[in-house]
């Protein structure tokens, strides 16, 4: 009985570790990798975007190019090994999603992309005069904060699911026993 025991707690760590290790790997994942920076994520027409870059390693020049925004010049930033460039938007540019490519010596190319969100009008957001897009008073949606869009629940609902379900057929298995081993 005692053998079945520890058998179940090492089967739970290592589910557990086997659970976490591609969260830890997709973590890890990008960071290795040269990227680039675009600031802000969701610019508004007429607004500059900042885009910054440690790909391009001892340079100290690249260039760049917004399918939005043309070409644009990359220079050695403040910090050292870090190149940065700024286009703008140009004014009437619509809500979509722009693809950044920056280039340096000798064959280094990194694309990104970033939103282009509608520019909220002044005195009350919404042409009906609320404070929100919907109209009222209050914000409603979800937050696009950058996993995944914020309508898409399917997945988040089905893990959190498959969760609650094996936590409770866990807790129904271990109160029967208890009760089965009171009795007898």
């Known amino acids: 009985m005692r053998?079945?025991?520890?058998?179940?707690?090492?089967?739970?760590?290592?589910?557990?570790?086997?659970?976490?290790a591609p969260a830890a790997v997709a973590a890890a994942g990008p960071a290795a990798e040269p990227s680039i920076r675009i600031t802000p994520g969701k610019a508004t027409p007429g607004s500059q975007v900042t885009v910054s870059t440690r790909a391009c390693g001892?340079?100290?020049y690249g260039k760049g190019t917004s399918e939005v925004g043309g070409a644009f010049h990359l220079f050695a930033g403040e910090r050292k090994g870090t190149l940065v460039g700024v286009f703008e938007i140009p004014a009437g540019t619509v809500a979509r999603t722009d693809t950044v490519i920056v280039k340096c010596p000798p064959r280094i190319m990194i694309t990104d992309t970033y939103r282009i969100a509608d520019r909220v009008q002044s005195g009350g957001g919404?042409?009906?005069?609320?404070?929100?897009?919907?109209?009222?008073?209050?914000?409603?949606?979800?937050?696009d904060a950058g996993f995944g869009a914020p309508t898409d629940k399917g997945t988040q609902l089905a893990a959190g699911s498959v969760l609650l379900a094996g936590a409770l057929a866990g807790g129904v298995v271990r109160m029967r026993r208890r009760v089965s081993t009171v009795g007898a």
């Open 3 to 20: 053998n079945t025991r520890v058998g179940a707690g090492i089967c739970l760590i290592v589910g557990a570790l086997g659970l976490s």
């Open 58 to 60: 001892k340079e100290t």
């Open 126 to 143: 919404a042409p009906n005069g609320g404070g929100a897009p919907n109209g009222g008073g209050t914000p409603s949606g979800g937050v």
